[in-house]
């Protein structure tokens, strides 16, 4: 099989296509025909060992990762695909099933054409209004900005505040936030006023135009989901509000919660309350393309690998 493997930590030209063997699924795996998958801000950040910060941080991220290269070689956190085959002892899926996937806690490896996976992973049908290329780009910003939201027990009417609103988890958390009843304020460049708003937000601030910092007191929930957000946010939060950081809470989220909310997103998908913002497309074979353009920070939603049509 067609399989990208990252050699060394640097720019996108150290991913590599290479054939390997197929691999076969054990007792208790599923093998997966994967038909998309993405280039995430965490496998631009994976392969260039970009880790903000105090430098003991990128120390851990070496021995966490692997020291001079990723131990688990093909990146890839999120895919959608068609179940090809199952070993013995499996009873969730079948051959021809759709899936999606999160590979974060099964050794990443989603840059492949195939892919094994404990059918008790983070895997569940496709979404059926979905294509395939649609439900790849869920996994990853869906679970952590859905997990996220939840903490701040959002109740109809509150007013939320989203910096960083066209990426690919504020487009997540627009969306989120909205399904909950929320009165969503998204800011975000001028080039993406649209986007945002057309996404369902209530108001969009083009933060180069407008200092939101003016809105003093003015929210129950503020999410930085870039964790770029400038001045005091704690300032913009009415008394008792809540802040939420993508980098500072996404740590809070409990990993046995997780095959949970990849469910949730599929049944908020089918039920027509999340879709998937795709900025651009890309073959396996323009992998370097897609990883230099996530690299520059300005990505809106979310760009696709197409590895099987
Ligand atoms: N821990 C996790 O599980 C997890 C999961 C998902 C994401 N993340 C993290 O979340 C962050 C966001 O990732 P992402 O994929 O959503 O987006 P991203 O690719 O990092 O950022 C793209 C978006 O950010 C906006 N942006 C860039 N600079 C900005 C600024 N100074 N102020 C406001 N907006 C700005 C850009 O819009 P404009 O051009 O309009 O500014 C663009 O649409 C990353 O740091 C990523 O590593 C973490």
Redesign the pocket.
Known sequence: MKAVICAEYGPPEVLQIVEMDKPAPKGDEVLIRVHATTV???DS?MRGLDIPGAAWKKLLARLVLGFNKPKNDILGMELAGEIEAVGQGVTRFRPGDQIFASTMWSGFGAYAEYKCMPEDGVLALKPANMTFEEAAVLP??GI?TLGIIKMANIQPGQSMLI??A?????TFAVQMAKALGAEVTG???T??LELVNSLGADRVID?IAEDFAQHQGKYDVVFD????MPGNYGRLLKEGGTYLN??SS?DRIKKNDVPHLLQELQELAEAGKLEAVIDRRYPLEQIVEAHRY?DT????GNVVITVAG
């Open positions: 995430h801000r965490g950040r990853s910003g952590t910096y960083g066209s990426g690919s988890v504020g800011v975000c460049s080039a993406n933060y989901a870039v964790h770029k993508i980098d996404s996530v920070g300005r990505k809106k």
